[in-house]
C-alpha cells in the first residue's frame, strides 16, 4: 500500500535554482502513511463505511483490517478464531466485510485519553463482553493474547500456569509513532518478560499478519512494535464507521 510521491513542480524548480555547491532545503518531513488501511469500504448492501482516526465516547465502530493475500476488509465478529471444528479464544474472530456478521464495537472512555472495547453483537459468543489483552507463552515465544471479560478488570480464567492473570482493558489511540501515521486502537503497560525486557509503557497493537510461507491469518492478535506490529507482514486494525 506504498504511495508514489510527485514532487510538485515549484519544489523541483526552487532545487534546480540553488547555487552550485548549496543544497536545497527539503523543508519539514512528515510520518508516513504506509501503514494505514483502507480509506473504507463498501458492505454487501452498498454502504460505504469510511476509516476513522478519531472516536467519540459512547459511539459505536467496526474493528478490521485490510487482508492483503486476499485483497479484502475482515472484520471483527465477537466470536473466536474458528478453525478445524475448534475454537481459539486468544485470537479475535473475523469475517469479510460483506459477510453480514460484523460486530459493533462500543467505546467508552474512562478519561480524557483512555476507553474500553465492548462488543455490541445479539447472538455472537462474546456479546456484551469486553476486549482486553494479556500476556501468553505460546510455547514457543512469549506473545499477546485477546481475552473477551465479562467484566473490566476479569482475569482470563483458562489460561497457561505460564501466562499472567493480570488482562489489560484500557485502550488509547495513537495518531503517530516512529515515523508513521497511524490512528488505531493501543494499549500500554510494561512487558518486563525476557523476550521484551520493557522498562517503560510501550504500545501493543491489534491487527493481523502473515505467516512464514506468505500466508495471511484472518483472526485479530496483538503484538509489540519492534517484533510484530512494524513489519511490512503486519496489518494494523482500524476503526471505521458503522
Known sequence: MKK??????????????????DKPNPGPVGPSDEK?????????????????????????YYLAYYRATDD?????NAEPHK??????????????????????IKIDFT???????????????????YISVYEADSGYNEVYSIYAGENI???????????????????????????????????????????????EDT???LGSGVDGDGYG???IDCGGWIKKASLDTYNLAFFYEI
Open 111 to 129: 478519561d480524557d485519553k483512555h476507553f474500553t472495547m465492548q462488543f455490541d453483537a445479539p447472538g455472537a459468543a462474546w456479546d456484551g463482553k
Open 217 to 219: 491469518f484472518i483472526s
Open 83 to 104: 478453525d478445524g471444528g475448534k475454537e481459539y479464544p486468544f485470537y479475535m474472530g473475523t469475517s469479510p466485510c460483506d459477510s453480514g456478521e460484523e460486530a459493533a
Open 203 to 205: 504500545p501493543k497493537f
Open 36 to 60: 494505514l488501511g483502507p480509506a473504507s469500504f463498501v458492505d454487501s448492501e452498498g454502504k460505504e463505511h469510511k476509516r476513522v482516526t478519531s472516536i467519540e465516547n459512547g459511539k459505536s
Open 153 to 199: 478488570g476479569d482475569s482470563n480464567p483458562d489460561a497457561k500456569e505460564t501466562d499472567s492473570d493480570e488482562c489489560h482493558y484500557y485502550f488509547e489511540m495513537l495518531d503517530e509513532y516512529d515515523g508513521y501515521t497511524l490512528g488505531v486502537p493501543t494499549i500500554s503497560w510494561t512487558d518486563t518478560r525476557d523476550s521484551y525486557g520493557e522498562t
Open 72 to 76: 479484502e476488509i475482515r472484520v471483527a
Open 4 to 21: 508514489l510521491v510527485i514532487l510538485p513542480l515549484l519544489a523541483l524548480a526552487g532545487g534546480m535554482l540553488a547555487s552550485c555547491g
